[in-house]
């Protein structure tokens, strides 16, 4: 929503109205900055806590900032702070004057912040079409009760058409020095990179070429590529990972999960192209390095990132988007900087079913569906994702672990959650769900490199922990693949939200009820070799953080005693009606319910 008119005299009930319905088409147009800080614009002044209120703009010229005349401003950044104690959401906005940009003249832009940070710096794009002239508005977009009715401005930023802060965009890094994208580093390379660099030929990979780290191609990278052929530096040895799964997974000690964020499904607004726009349709932050260290600060050791795929993909050819599989990657590399342990999965692509629309989106993007019916195009799908995504991270090491599929089961059946082993649709399911795994396993074992040996994860039909579905569970024959189930247990007390869930934890029914489901998972996976991990669980709120926190100090102190590590569900949501299973809040970086990460980082302490 780009042609609005702009609160030039203040806020008025109908431009109030008018904003709230426009709010989903909001989201996500402008990016949050990853990690990046004001002063990474070309021009910037700081404004000693300007309060920008509801319907009150704040106007800035280009001049105060030191712009000179003539540039063209191509992005504007705001480094923001809002109220978090009242838990509503905000939304900044940015706007100028526009000749002919719809009926105000008038080319504007915000982002929907579910839960405000603190602070934050936030960027908005200035329009292709309708150049920015030389002054500006910062704006409060919402309606009162409904967002918050301020935030403070601290600082604000642009970056121009050929300034400094625009860095060349040369990809990410598969293996430093392979040039030619062969999985190895040698005389072709150098060919490669010498060929380019006397403008004959174009190259494959300018991020593996970029030794010096310049963003620029030059002399400079050719002398490093040499030297590190000469020296073996640049082909390092494959890992020799012979450790069975059972030893590996006494590394993870506890983990926690990125969700609703690489996962949020763009069923909404098709037309959303870029990677930014993905991961924050859901409400949710774009994902920053602060935020990875600030789980490894508070005692997890393991991130899983969920990832949807099917909605980046070209539905003709099954690629992934380059630039979504780049922002994965980036994300990946967070973690694995941090030297924690990783886990990267194929998500919300069960389906092409949108519970909110109840409308099935195919052929729009591919998915998989574990039936027979649907088997063909779901082994397509799976395969495509997983071959080029293993392809993509080869040449990591153990640090990074595949799960195959996410909660694969059949969308919108009567046996959705459970299963009926005399009825003939579940049978067929759980038998998709079997060649589907294989079939994912094959696909990452031919890249070759280190996939020939990573750990692998391979969820039961619908991940569930229940004796039916184990019994129907088969794995190939790999000692290096593990076991994944999602065990939000006991079920009223941990995810039930129908108005019938309870907030007390009992520590006599409830364990035993845990205490059945550890020995289920002992004599079907443990017991024959076969480890397990727990990738999804956790309590949502109830205000009752003192039961989760004795509720979590059972759980995973009984995991850890069968030799099970455990993976928080964090969605980031700490109030509404949803499912509030959110543990670090993301704009802040701050632990939201300490007394629980206590008892988690106890009950695990003589994990990893």
């Given at each position: 929503?780009?042609?609005?008119?702009?609160?030039?005299?203040?806020?008025?009930?109908?431009?109030?109205?008018?904003?709230?319905?426009?709010?989903?088409?909001?989201?996500?147009?402008?990016?949050?900055?990853?990690?990046?800080?004001?002063?990474?614009?070309?021009?910037?002044?700081?404004?000693?806590?300007?309060?920008?209120?509801?319907?009150?703009?704040?106007?800035?010229?280009?001049?105060?900032?030191?712009?000179?005349?003539?540039?063209?401003?191509?992005?504007v950044w705001i480094d923001m702070s809002a109220d978090t104690e009242k838990k509503l959401p905000t939304m900044p906005a940015f706007g100028y004057y526009a000749k002919g940009c719809g009926e105000y003249d008038w080319y504007s832009d915000g982002l929907w912040m579910q839960t405000p940070a603190a602070q934050a710096v936030v960027?908005?794009?200035?329009?292709?079409?309708?150049?920015?002239?030389?002054?500006?508005?910062?704006?409060?977009?919402?309606?009162?009760?409904?967002?918050?009715?301020?935030?403070?401005?601290?600082?604000?930023?642009?970056?121009?058409?050929?300034?400094?802060?625009?860095?060349?965009?040369?990809?990410?890094?598969?293996?430093?020095?392979?040039?030619?994208?062969?999985?190895?580093?040698?005389?072709?390379?150098?060919?490669?990179?010498?060929?380019?660099?006397?403008?004959?030929?174009?190259?494959?990979?300018?991020?593996?070429?970029?030794?010096?780290?310049?963003?620029?191609?030059?002399?400079?990278?050719?002398?490093?590529?040499?030297?590190?052929?000469?020296?073996?530096?640049?082909?390092?040895?494959?890992?020799?990972?012979?450790?069975?799964?059972?030893?590996?997974?006494?590394?993870?000690?506890?983990?926690?999960?990125?969700?609703?964020t690489l996962d949020a499904q763009g069923y909404y607004s098709p037309t959303m192209q870029d990677a930014a726009t993905y991961e924050e349709c859901w409400g949710n932050p774009t994902t920053t390095k602060k935020m990875i260290d600030a789980v490894k600060a508070a005692g997890f050791n393991t991130v899983r990132i969920p990832v949807?795929?099917?909605?980046?993909?070209?539905?003709?050819?099954?690629?992934?988007?380059?630039?979504?599989?780049?922002?994965?990657?980036?994300?990946?590399?967070?973690?694995?900087?941090?030297?924690?342990?990783?886990?990267?999965?194929?998500?919300?692509?069960?389906?092409?079913?949108?519970?909110?629309?109840?409308?099935?989106?195919?052929?729009?993007?591919?998915?998989?569906?574990?039936?027979?019916?649907?088997?063909?195009?779901?082994?397509?799908?799976?395969?495509?994702?997983?071959?080029?995504?293993?392809?993509?991270?080869?040449?990591?090491?153990?640090?990074?672990?595949?799960?195959?599929?996410?909660?694969?089961?059949?969308?919108?059946?009567?046996?959705?959650?459970?299963?009926?082993?005399?009825?003939?649709?579940?049978?067929?399911?759980?038998?998709?769900?079997?060649?589907?795994?294989?079939?994912?396993?094959?696909?990452?074992?031919?890249?070759?490199?280190?996939?020939?040996?990573?750990?692998?994860?391979?969820?039961?039909?619908?991940?569930?922990?229940?004796?039916?579905?184990?019994?129907?569970?088969?794995?190939?024959?790999?000692?290096?693949?593990?076991?994944?189930?999602?065990?939000?247990?006991?079920?009223?007390?941990?995810?039930?939200?129908?108005?019938?869930?309870?907030?007390?934890?009992?520590?006599?029914?409830?364990?035993?009820?845990?205490?059945?489901?550890?020995?289920?998972?002992?004599?079907?996976?443990?017991?024959?070799?076969?480890?397990?991990?727990?990738?999804?669980?956790?309590?949502?709120?109830?205000?009752?953080?003192?039961?989760?926190?004795?509720?979590?100090?059972?759980?995973?102190?009984?995991?850890?005693?069968?030799?099970?590590?455990?993976?928080?569900?964090?969605?980031?949501?700490?109030?509404?009606?949803?499912?509030?299973?959110?543990?670090?809040?993301?704009?802040?970086?701050?632990?939201?319910?300490?007394?629980?990460?206590?008892?988690?980082?106890?009950?695990?302490?003589?994990?990893?």
């Open positions: 929503m780009k042609n609005r008119k702009p609160f030039r005299l203040g806020g008025t009930l109908t431009a109030a109205v008018m904003l709230l319905t426009q709010i989903s088409a909001l989201q996500g147009t402008a990016a949050k900055n990853a990690g990046k800080e004001i002063d990474a614009c070309d021009y910037y002044m700081t404004t000693d806590a300007i309060k920008v209120e509801r319907g009150k703009p704040v106007e800035f010229k280009t001049s105060e900032l030191g712009v000179p005349a003539g540039a063209v401003v191509k992005e960027s908005f794009p200035v329009s292709e079409d309708y150049a920015m002239p030389s002054s500006f508005q910062i704006q409060c977009w919402g309606e009162e009760g409904e967002s918050l009715d301020y935030f403070t401005l601290n600082a604000v930023g642009v970056c121009v058409e050929g300034g400094t802060s625009n860095d060349p965009d040369i990809g990410m890094v598969t293996r430093k020095g392979d040039v030619n994208m062969s999985k190895k580093v040698d005389q072709d390379d150098v060919t490669e990179l010498v060929n380019y660099l006397t403008k004959e030929s174009e190259i494959k990979s300018a991020a593996n070429a970029d030794l010096d780290g310049s963003k620029q191609l030059n002399a400079i990278d050719l002398t490093l590529l040499k030297r590190g052929i000469i020296d073996g530096s640049l082909n390092p040895a494959i890992e020799d990972n012979n450790e069975t799964a059972m030893e590996f997974v006494n590394h993870i000690k506890l983990g926690w999960n990125l969700g609703n949807s795929w099917g909605a980046k993909m070209d539905k003709n050819t099954y690629q992934i988007s380059e630039s979504w599989m780049n922002r994965v990657q980036q994300v990946v590399n967070y973690v694995i900087e941090n030297d924690m342990y990783c886990i990267l999965n194929i998500h919300h692509d069960n389906t092409d079913f949108d519970y909110e629309t109840k409308i099935h989106h195919y052929p729009d993007f591919p998915y998989f569906y574990p039936d027979s019916a649907h088997y063909e195009q779901s082994e397509k799908f799976v395969t495509a994702v997983w071959s080029q995504v293993a392809d993509r991270f080869e040449s990591y090491d153990s640090h990074l672990i595949f799960e195959t599929l996410n909660e694969p089961r059949l969308v919108a059946h009567n046996n959705e959650w459970w299963i009926d082993p005399s009825n003939s649709d579940c049978q067929d399911a759980m038998n998709c769900v079997n060649k589907l795994n294989a079939a994912a396993l094959s696909s990452i074992r031919k890249t070759g490199g280190n996939n020939a040996k990573r750990f692998v994860m391979m969820p039961t039909y619908s991940a569930s922990p229940d004796p039916a579905n184990l019994d129907g569970f088969k794995m190939p024959d790999d000692n290096h693949l593990i076991a994944e189930i999602h065990a939000y247990r006991p079920y009223d007390f941990a995810l039930r939200n129908d108005g019938q869930g309870v907030s007390t934890f009992n520590e006599t029914t409830d364990k035993a009820e845990l205490i059945e489901m550890f020995n289920n998972l002992k004599s079907r996976f443990i017991s024959k070799g076969i480890p397990v991990i727990i990738d999804e669980f956790g309590a949502m709120n109830r205000d009752n953080e003192d039961q989760r926190a004795a509720w979590a100090k059972c759980y995973l102190t009984l995991a850890d005693s069968y030799g099970i590590p455990c993976v928080w569900w964090d969605n980031n949501l700490f109030s509404g009606n949803g499912e509030q299973f959110g543990l670090l809040n993301r704009s802040s970086c701050q632990i939201e319910y300490p007394k629980i990460m206590a008892a988690m980082v106890e009950a695990t302490k003589n994990r990893g």
